[in-house]
C-alpha cells in the first residue's frame, strides 16, 4: 500500500462513509486539529515525562484517534460497529478521576499562572491551547452534529492538560510562575 493515493490532489478528502468534502469543510478542519492535539501529545510524551502521567497520555493519544475517527463519521455507520473509536462517559469519568489524582498532590490555585516551566510542562501548557482550539472547530459544528460524549471529553482533556502541566512542574522542582 503506497501512502500517497493522489485522491486530495483536487482539494478533496473522503469521510468514513465514503462520500467527497472539500478538505476546508469544517469537520475536516475539526479532525485536523484533533490530528494536532494528538501531534502535541506526542511532543509532550518525547518531552520526559514521570512514567504515570506518560501512561496517561498514551491512553488520551489512542483516545484522540477514536475521536477523530468520529468526527469523520458524521451518520454515525462506522462508529456503531467498531469498538475501537468508542470515547464516551467512561473515559471522561476517567480524566476526572486523574485530574482528581494529580492535584491532590499540588499546592491551590490562587491565581492565573503562566504557562511554561520544565520543557515537559511547557509541551503540556501547548497541547492544552491546542485541546482549547480543537474544541472551538468541534463546537463550530453544532451541537446535532457532534455527539456530547465528544464534546465533554474534549473539554475535560483540556482541564486535564493544564493539571499534568502543573504536576509535572511541581515534581520537577519547578515554581510555577504567578500572573
Given at each position: 500500500?503506497?501512502?500517497?493515493?493522489?485522491?486530495?490532489?483536487?482539494?478533496?478528502?473522503?469521510?468514513?462513509?465514503?462520500?467527497?468534502?472539500?478538505?476546508?469543510?469544517?469537520?475536516?478542519?475539526?479532525?485536523?486539529?484533533?490530528?494536532?492535539?494528538?501531534?502535541?501529545?506526542?511532543?509532550?510524551?518525547?518531552?520526559?515525562?514521570?512514567?504515570?502521567?506518560?501512561?496517561?497520555?498514551?491512553?488520551?493519544?489512542?483516545?484522540?484517534?477514536?475521536?477523530?475517527?468520529?468526527?469523520?463519521?458524521p451518520d454515525r455507520k462506522v462508529a456503531p460497529r467498531v469498538e475501537k473509536i468508542a470515547v464516551g462517559e467512561a473515559e471522561v469519568n476517567r480524566l476526572?478521576?486523574?485530574?482528581?489524582?494529580?492535584?491532590?498532590?499540588?499546592?491551590?490555585?490562587?491565581?492565573?499562572?503562566?504557562?511554561?516551566?520544565?520543557?515537559?510542562?511547557?509541551?503540556?501548557?501547548?497541547?492544552?491551547?491546542?485541546?482549547?482550539?480543537?474544541?472551538?472547530?468541534?463546537?463550530?459544528?453544532?451541537?446535532?452534529?457532534?455527539?456530547?460524549?465528544?464534546?465533554?471529553?474534549?473539554?475535560?482533556?483540556?482541564?486535564?492538560?493544564?493539571?499534568?502541566?502543573?504536576?509535572?512542574?511541581?515534581?520537577?522542582?519547578?515554581?510555577?510562575?504567578?500572573?
Amino acid at each position: 500500500m503506497k501512502i500517497y493515493t493522489r485522491t486530495g490532489d483536487n482539494g478533496e478528502t473522503s469521510l468514513f462513509d465514503g462520500r467527497r468534502v472539500s478538505k476546508s469543510a469544517l469537520r475536516v478542519d475539526a479532525y485536523g486539529e484533533v490530528d494536532e492535539l494528538s501531534a502535541a501529545i506526542g511532543v509532550a510524551m518525547a518531552s520526559g515525562l514521570p512514567p504515570d502521567i506518560a501512561e496517561m497520555l498514551e491512553a488520551i493519544a489512542r483516545d484522540l484517534f477514536a475521536v477523530g475517527g468520529r468526527l469523520a463519521d458524521p451518520d454515525r455507520k462506522v462508529a456503531p460497529r467498531v469498538e475501537k473509536i468508542a470515547v464516551g462517559e467512561a473515559e471522561v469519568n476517567r480524566l476526572e478521576q486523574w485530574i482528581d489524582r494529580l492535584e491532590a498532590d499540588l499546592p491551590p490555585l490562587r491565581r492565573f499562572i503562566l504557562p511554561g516551566g520544565s520543557p515537559a510542562g511547557a509541551a503540556l501548557h501547548l497541547a492544552r491551547t491546542v485541546c482549547r482550539r480543537a474544541e472551538r472547530r468541534i463546537t463550530s459544528l453544532g451541537p446535532d452534529e457532534v455527539d456530547g460524549d465528544l464534546r465533554a471529553y474534549v473539554n475535560r482533556l483540556s482541564d486535564f492538560l493544564f493539571v499534568a502541566a502543573r504536576a509535572v512542574n511541581h515534581r520537577a522542582g519547578v515554581p510555577e510562575l504567578e500572573w
